[in-house]
């Protein structure tokens, strides 16, 4: 089992829908999630980050954690065209140097 | 504030040649990786370095070199091209934050994009 996954997609969704993006893992040492977006031709960047368990919200950006489920989830409210990327899903242990990535979830929201 | 930069951004190589990607970050950051980035793989760690003067294999090293050349400069080096490391290579830097945000946020470069024939 991969530490790490998550559907590639590809998702495609009106304007102004709401997307919901997920990924799950199976190591519990994970403390640290973040969910990295990536346009085509870049390099990644951050979006969201959450430690443990939780929700953050950011925007039209929300970040919910359920470590009894080993699940995080990335929503999207008020989908626009311009969100239209890849999303990746991030990990970190404790005191590792490394994350842990998913392979991403393609995402195109139509005008 | 370039951010991290990467040169050159496209190559296209012959099987075995060599050629040496390059990586320079400006946020005065300890740590610098080494990715690749491959349709229906997602990105997975070549090699990484959490300081000056040292470095770790990452998932995928074989084929692989690198140096840190000071704090700022981190190469990763083909020696002898196979067309499997067809592929975008991404640097990336991070800094360990006590408190104030993503305790190790990664700061990606805009890719080399690598064709070995």
């Known amino acids: 089992q991969k530490e790490v996954e998550q559907d590639p997609g590809p998702l495609s969704v009106p304007e102004g829908a709401i997307v919901s993006l997920n990924c799950t893992y199976s190591?519990?040492?994970?403390?640290?999630f973040m969910w990295y977006r990536q346009y085509s031709r870049k390099g990644p960047e951050l979006l969201m980050y959450t430690y443990s368990s939780g929700n953050k919200e950011d925007g039209r950006f929300t970040a919910q954690v359920d470590k009894s489920s080993k699940y995080i989830s990335l929503f999207i409210r008020d989908s626009q065209p311009s969100d239209s990327a890849t999303y990746l899903c991030?990990?970190?242990?404790?005191?590792?140097?490394?994350?842990?990535f998913g392979k991403g979830t393609k995402l195109t929201v139509n005008p | 504030n370039a951010g991290v930069t990467q040169t050159p951004k496209f190559q296209v190589l012959k099987t075995g040649q060599s050629m040496t990607l390059q990586c320079a970050q400006d946020m005065n950051h300890n740590s610098m990786y080494w990715y690749r980035q491959d349709p229906g793989m997602g990105l997975r760690l070549i090699y990484y370095s959490a300081s000056e003067g040292t470095t770790d294999k990452g998932e995928v090293p074989n084929g692989y070199n690198v140096s840190r050349l000071n704090k700022r400069e981190f190469s990763l080096r083909l020696e002898s091209a196979a067309p499997s490391q067809t592929s975008v290579y991404f640097c990336a830097s991070s800094v360990f934050r006590v408190s104030g945000g993503a305790r190790k946020t990664q700061y990606f470069g805009p890719g080399t994009r690598l064709l070995v024939l």
């Open positions: 991030a990990m970190e242990r404790g005191g590792s140097e490394k994350l842990v």
């Open positions: 190591n519990s040492a994970f403390q640290y």
